[in-house]
C-alpha cells in the first residue's frame, strides 16, 4: 500500500505554538497548484504500487478553493495507479467549513477531514490565535457528521492558561458530538514560534510539564471507558477508524509527499522538499526537483523503527529486531529493567508501552537507540 502526502503552505494566521512551513494569505495559490500538479509528474515513476490514501496537510488545506483541491487529486489519478482509493483526507480548519464547501470536497472524493479545533473554549481559542471560535468548531463537526465525512479532530492539551476541568470538558464534548477520531496532542515548546518569543519577553507562560502529564493519563483513562482504542500515542479511535494513511507512516510504509517542505520515503531513502514557496516553485518551472535526500543507514532504520513502533499499541516485535540485527546484551539489558519498571509489557514477541509507560515514550525509545 502507498501514500501521497500533499502539503499546502498556506494559512490565514499563525498560531502561537506553530513551527510547521506555511505563509500566510493565499496569493500564490495558483502558481503553488501549477507547481505541485508539476512536481507529481515529474516524480510518476516513482511509485510502483497503487495509491491507496492520499493526505492534504499543511498549512491549512481547506484555505485554498476547492477547486484547487479537486485539480491536485485529478493530477494525482492521472499520473499514478489509483485503483480504490481507501482513505483521501483533508485538514480543514472550522472557520473554513461550510455546506457548499463540504459538498465541494465530497464531489473531488474527500472521505475523511482532520478538523483543527484544538479547544471548544473561546479563551483559548484566543490564546492560540486560533482564527476560529468555539460556535465554530462545534457546527463545523455537526455538518461534517451530518454530510457524511468520517471526521477526526485535533485537540491540544497542557495549555498554560487552561484549566484542568477545561480539557476534561473538550473531551466530553468531542465524545458527546459522536467524532470518529481524536488526535491528543501536549503542547510543546517549538523554536522560531511566537509562543517561544512570548515567553523570552515575559508576555506568554511556559507549560507546567506536571499538567501537561495529569491530562495526558486523564485523557488515556477517560477515553478507554468510552471504548476508544489508544492505537498511537496522540491517536484514539473509534473501532474501525483507525486513521489509514497516517498508520502506513507509523508502520514504516514508503509514500511521496509533494509540495514546499513535504517529506518522502521509500523504504531505503528519506527526501524532503525546500521549505519555500518561491525556490519551490522556480526549480519545479526548470524541472528540477528542488530536495535533499538521506539514505538510511541499517542504526537509522532501527532507531526509527523502535521510536515510532513503540508510539503504536502494536509496539515493537522481537523477532524483527533480531531480523535486522539488533538483538543483543544491551537491547536486553534495557528491556529487562524498563519490564521491571512496568513501562513496558512483553506479549509473545510484542513489546508495547504501558500507560505509565506512555507518559515516558521518547525517553524510553531513546534508551533502545544504537
Ligand atoms: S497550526 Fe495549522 S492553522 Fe495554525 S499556523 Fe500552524 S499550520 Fe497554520
Not at 71 to 76: A, D, L, P, T, Y
Not at 101 to 116: C, D, H, Y
Request: proline share 3%; charged share 25%.
Amino acid at each position: 500500500m502507498s501514500g501521497i502526502y500533499i502539503h499546502i503552505p498556506f494559512c490565514r494566521q499563525a498560531c502561537v505554538y506553530c513551527n510547521f512551513y506555511f505563509k500566510t494569505g493565499t496569493s500564490q495559490t495558483e502558481m503553488l497548484v501549477e507547481a505541485i500538479c508539476k512536481e507529481i509528474e515529474l516524480r510518476k515513476n516513482e511509485l510502483k504500487e497503487a495509491v491507496e490514501t492520499i493526505y492534504f496537510g499543511g498549512g491549512t488545506p481547506s484555505f485554498i478553493p476547492p477547486q484547487a483541491i479537486d485539480k491536485i487529486i485529478k493530477c494525482v489519478k492521472e499520473n499514478f495507479t489509483v485503483s480504490e482509493i481507501k482513505e483521501l483526507t483533508l485538514e480543514a480548519n472550522p472557520d473554513d467549513i461550510n455546506e457548499s464547501i463540504l459538498k465541494q470536497w465530497k464531489a473531488a472524493g474527500v472521505t475523511r477531514l482532520s478538523i483543527g479545533v484544538q479547544s471548544f473554549y473561546n479563551s483559548d481559542l484566543k490564546w492560540m490565535n486560533r482564527a476560529h471560535n468555539a460556535q465554530e468548531a462545534e457546527e463545523s463537526i455537526q455538518l461534517a457528521l451530518a454530510l457524511g465525512f468520517e471526521v477526526s479532530i485535533d485537540l491540544i492539551f497542557g495549555l498554560p492558561e487552561s484549566r484542568d476541568e477545561q480539557w476534561r470538558f473538550n473531551l466530553i464534548k468531542a465524545q458527546a458530538l459522536g467524532v470518529h477520531h481524536l488526535s491528543c496532542y501536549g503542547l510543546t515548546l517549538e523554536e522560531n514560534t511566537p509562543w517561544k518569543k512570548l515567553i523570552d519577553r515575559g508576555t506568554y507562560k511556559a507549560a507546567d510539564e506536571n499538567k501537561t502529564t495529569a491530562q495526558f493519563e486523564w485523557t488515556m483513562e477517560f477515553l478507554s471507558r468510552y471504548g476508544w482504542e489508544h492505537y498511537e500515542i496522540s491517536n484514539y479511535c473509534q473501532p474501525g477508524y483507525k486513521a489509514k494513511h497516517n498508520t502506513s507512516y507509523w508502520q514504516q510504509k514508503p509514500y511521496l509527499g509533494f509540495g514546499p517542505s513535504a517529506h518522502s520515503f521509500n523504504g531505503k531513502e528519506r527526501s524532503w522538499n525546500v521549505a519555500d514557496n518561491n525556490a519551490y516553485v522556480e526549480a519545479i518551472q526548470q524541472s528540477k526537483l528542488p530536495s535533499e535526500k538521506e539514505l538510511l543507514t541499517p542504526e537509522n532504520k532501527i532507531n526509527e523503527y523502535v521510536m515510532t513502533g513503540l508510539r503504536t499499541q502494536w509496539g515493537i516485535n522481537l523477532e524483527t529486531i533480531k531480523s535486522m540485527g539488533f538483538y543483543n546484551q544491551n537491547f536486553e539489558n534495557v528491556l529487562e529493567k524498563h519490564l521491571q519498571e512496568a513501562l513496558l509489557k512483553l506479549d509473545g514477541d510484542a513489546i508495547t508501552l504501558t500507560n505509565k509507560g506512555k507518559v515516558f515514550a521518547d525517553a524510553i525509545a531513546a534508551d533502545f537507540f544504537v
